[in-house]
């Protein structure tokens, strides 16, 4: 079985340019998250989606960030503009269900230069 | 305060040793504990989880959960180099939210 499947795996931009990330959850998996992990910092969740509806986004900076999960399946993260501070590991994970049992994906490696 | 609470490390224990890593919580809602491991550069991978008071053992890995001292722990028997790795502790709060703690990074010196 695949497992979750993110791309790109690395991004360097210049601040204030835009940048998306990909994630394709494991087959079935209903929840998937979207987390940033800062060096030597645990995951931080940015948001959650249930199908296509995202139930939990307190964390998401909502004035450079955006997210949409299409069909329940895909989901897309964006970040316009990207700023110094947004350089970090982007992971996303998938569940069924919300449980602590996540599945996740390789990352994306963002540097904002 | 944070609601999942690990010393950052790094823990150093020779090989052969038992590791014991800890984890505090605040939330009394949390329901069910996870221990994840990630090497450096790699995403998180779960070990086990737990959710009843007591001990929960996977072959060197054990498990223990103390509700009343709000307190999760996992203990690793006969360390290995390749045990080398951060350790996130996460609860699941209230079937409302998993939170991980900063992890706690593991040395096994050879």
């Known amino acids: 079985e695949a497992g979750v499947v993110q791309s790109p795996r690395y991004k360097i931009i210049e601040k204030k340019q835009p940048v998306a990330f990909w994630c394709n959850p494991i087959?079935?998996?209903?929840?998937l998250y979207w987390y940033l992990q800062n060096l030597g910092q645990g995951p931080e969740l940015l948001i959650r989606?249930?199908?296509?509806?995202?139930?939990?986004d307190s964390q998401l900076p909502k004035d450079r960030f955006s997210a949409e999960r299409l069909k329940g399946v895909d989901s897309t993260l964006k970040i316009q503009p990207a700023e110094l501070g947004d350089s970090a590991v982007y992971l996303c994970a998938s569940s069924l269900g919300l449980t602590g049992t996540q599945y996740f994906g390789p990352g994306t490696r963002l540097l904002v230069l | 305060q944070k609601e999942v609470e690990q010393n950052s490390g790094p823990l150093s224990v020779p090989e052969g040793a038992i590791a014991s890593l800890n984890c505090t919580y605040s939330d009394r809602g949390s329901q069910s504990f996870f221990w994840y491991r990630q090497y450096s550069g790699k995403s998180p991978e779960l070990i086990m989880f737990?959710?009843?008071?007591g001990d929960k053992e996977d072959g060197r890995f054990t498990a223990q959960l103390n509700k009343a001292s709000q307190y999760v722990s996992l203990l690793i028997r006969d360390s290995q180099p390749s045990d080398s790795a951060t350790y996130l502790c996460?609860?699941?709060?209230?079937?409302?939210?998993?939170?991980f703690g900063i992890g706690t990074k593991l040395q096994v010196i050879p």
């Open positions: 087959s079935g998996h209903n929840t």
């Open positions: 737990i959710y009843s008071n």
């Open positions: 989606y249930e199908n296509e509806e995202a139930v939990d």
């Open positions: 996460a609860s699941l709060e209230g079937y409302q939210k998993v939170t």
